[in-house]
């Protein structure tokens, strides 16, 4: 058995056609999780997009949910939930003109875990580009990217707990599933866009 955490929020903003969703999973420390887990991946959480908050809109806030659900993640039945300690939301503070909204920074997150062949691999869409780090060939500014390479290596931190940040391969049919340490962080060097979803 290998219960997984979830780290989730919201993201408002003005002029977004919608609210956003956000999430990470987490291998906590104390098998099959607990609250003290859940405060401090929160807490870590709340820190990775702390360190993209000079490099977002101040139009864009990071809302964080208190409730980490937790599955198993071999079959991807919901085992239980935790409510730890609300973080404070991340608000951006990059003023000055925004880019397209659907325009965003990517972090890419890497493990050494292979399935099937291939490497298992994450990623975090970061919103609110501001013009301001748009560079003249229209890719991220080097300072984007160093910025978000360094809020995403946070990750990689130790916590309050012995938590550990993961990529989770969603099983399919109820089997299959696993759940690979998360081992680097890097930004893309071009931008992405994130298509919205049907609620």
């Given at each position: 058995?290998?219960?997984?955490?979830?780290?989730?929020?919201v993201?408002?903003g003005?002029?977004l056609p919608?609210?956003?969703?956000?999430?990470?999973?987490?291998?906590?420390?104390?098998v099959?999780?607990?609250?003290?887990?859940?405060t401090?991946?929160?807490a870590?959480f709340?820190t990775?997009?702390?360190?993209?908050?000079?490099?977002?809109?101040?139009?864009?806030?990071?809302?964080?949910?208190?409730?980490c659900?937790?599955?198993?993640?071999?079959?991807?039945?919901?085992t239980?939930?935790f409510v730890?300690?609300?973080?404070?939301?991340?608000?951006?503070?990059?003023?000055?003109?925004?880019?397209?909204?659907?325009?965003?920074?990517?972090?890419?997150?890497?493990?050494?875990?292979?399935?099937?062949?291939?490497?298992?691999?994450?990623?975090?869409?970061?919103?609110?580009?501001?013009?301001?780090?748009?560079?003249?060939?229209?890719?991220?500014?080097?300072?984007y990217?160093?910025?978000?390479?360094?809020?995403?290596g946070?990750?990689?931190a130790?916590?309050a707990?012995a938590?550990?940040?993961?990529?989770?391969?969603?099983?399919?049919?109820?089997a299959g599933?696993a759940?690979?340490?998360?081992?680097?962080?890097?930004?893309?060097?071009?931008w992405?866009?994130?298509?919205?979803?049907r609620?």
């Open positions: 058995m290998a219960v997984i955490l979830r780290t989730a929020a993201v408002r003005t002029g919608g609210n956003g969703f956000t999430s990470l999973w987490w291998n906590p420390g104390t099959g999780g607990s609250t003290a887990d859940a401090d991946c929160l870590r709340r990775c997009w702390l360190g993209f908050a000079a490099d977002i809109s101040t139009t864009i806030t990071i809302d964080f949910d208190p409730i659900i937790a599955v198993e993640a071999t079959t991807g039945t919901l239980g939930a730890g300690t609300d973080p404070t939301s991340v608000v951006g503070t990059a003023a000055g003109d925004v880019c397209p909204y659907q325009t965003q920074g990517l972090l890419r997150l890497s493990t050494s875990t292979v399935i099937a062949g291939r490497r298992l691999r994450g990623r975090l869409f970061i919103p609110g580009v501001p013009e301001a780090q748009n560079a003249a060939a229209g890719v991220p500014s080097s300072g990217v160093t910025d978000v390479t360094a809020g995403g946070t990750l990689l130790a916590g707990t938590s550990a940040a993961v990529i989770w391969h969603r099983p399919q049919g109820g599933g759940a690979g340490l998360i081992t680097g962080a890097s930004c893309a060097p071009t992405s866009v994130l298509r919205s979803r609620s």
